[in-house]
């Protein structure tokens, strides 16, 4: 009886990747640290940003070329670079024939790119399924054309997936493992030269342009509202590099300039240290239940965009923390509802909460806690198993 032959190992393996904003570049990060673990001498490029580039990542364009979000002028000023962008690495990568190609996230971009790619042979992997269970469901079958398997980080993902005969691997949330469960508050604040028994509310107003745009005003209203309820309460900015002007230039028009501390990046730093945040709707509110940190999400976006993805949206919550909890747990001020008066009321009640109602703080924590460990996997080698799997077909 003849033996079957074990695979090749891969040794030299080329793997191209995009990410498309700040929090894929992270994820993209993530990912490579396993792929290096089983694949040291591994060559992948392609689109990403700063932390994919620590791990030996060639960006052939930076991440930040493809961060555009909504429906109206903000996507239609930006469309012919950005088709032009994808365009040209396809052509490369047809050209170079990686072993796989991973798109982290970015579903606008990657999901066209991918089902190109895997019409001409090449294996296709999406990391992070779409969230067709919250909006946009009619994207299934885009997917099932373009990839040849998804990488989900949510448990329920696999299941619903396979209804449409989608291959998929639950791997867990990469920022489970990033995040510790208990955080450092002390350690943090000694890091960002704040004091045990400062009260400290972090303004996280997104890490888009276009988010920035619309939000980073309102909220430096907000914060000036919640200053004057309470002169003690300290202000932080974790920014994008790229966004320190524009969210400077926010602090200054609301009059705040002098009153926040706007650093470069070290947004996980800042989250631990803060008593509450205020925060843009998307990964970052994830990271904050992480975090254990009471807050209040919000999210605006011209009117179009808004229109569009209102028709489309399928559960009454949109930020991630009351999806996965099936319940307005923190909440959520969308659109003409964000106004500086409404967000600094509810920033306030939460402030007033941490005073006066400790068992209500002790089930939001436990709420928290239950998530995080929902999500806690081994998720690099989960990744890693799953990607090798796809090579050795």
């Known amino acids: 009886m003849q033996q079957s032959v074990a695979p090749a190992p891969h040794a030299n393996l080329f793997v191209a990747m995009v990410a498309g904003e700040a929090s894929g570049d992270l994820l993209g990060g993530l990912l490579l640290d396993g792929l290096r673990t089983r694949w040291p001498q591994l060559t992948c490029a392609g689109i990403g940003g700063p932390q994919m580039a620590s791990h030996d990542f060639d960006a052939w364009w930076p991440h930040h070329k493809l961060s555009v979000h909504g429906y109206g002028w903000e996507v239609l000023l930006r469309y012919r670079e950005i088709v032009g962008i994808r365009g040209q690495l396809q052509a490369c990568l047809l050209r170079q024939r990686p072993d796989v190609f991973i798109g982290v996230d970015a579903p606008d971009f990657n999901l066209d790119l991918e089902r190109n790619l895997r019409e001409q042979g090449i294996k296709t992997v999406h990391f992070v399924c779409p969230s067709i269970w919250a909006w946009r469901a009619e994207r299934v079958e885009k997917i099932r054309r373009s990839v040849d398997h998804v990488l989900c980080i949510f448990p329920f993902e696999p299941e619903l997936l396979a209804r449409h005969g989608i291959a998929a691997t639950y791997v867990g949330h990469p920022l489970a493992n990033v995040i510790p469960l208990e955080p450092d508050k002390l350690a943090a604040r000694a890091t960002l030269g704040l004091q045990n028994q400062d009260r400290v509310l972090a303004l996280l107003p997104g890490s888009r342009a276009s988010e920035v745009r619309h939000l980073a005003c309102c909220f430096f209203r907000a914060a000036a509202l919640i200053k004057r309820a309470q ?65 209040v999400i919000a999210y605006r976006m011209g009117w179009l965009s808004w229109q569009i993805m209102r028709r489309k949206q399928l559960q009454p919550w949109v930020g991630l923390p009351n999806i996965l909890s099936q319940n307005f747990i923190v909440p959520e001020l969308l659109q003409e509802r964000a106004t500086p008066e409404a967000l600094a009321g509810a920033v306030l009640q939460w402030f007033d909460d941490l005073d006066t109602q400790p068992a209500k703080m002790a089930v939001l924590h436990q709420q928290f806690m239950a998530l995080h460990h929902s999500l806690r996997r081994d998720t690099s080698t989960l990744a890693t198993h799953a990607i090798e799997k796809i090579l050795a077909r």
């Open 231 to 295: 002169p003690a309460i300290k202000l932080i900015v974790p920014a994008v590099p790229a966004l320190h002007g524009a969210i400077q230039h926010a602090a200054a028009q609301a009059g705040m300039l002098e009153l926040v501390q706007i650093i470069d990046g070290q947004s996980h730093t800042v989250l631990a240290a803060c008593d509450v945040t205020l925060i843009a709707s998307g990964t970052a509110t994830l990271e904050a239940a992480l975090f254990k940190r009471p807050m």
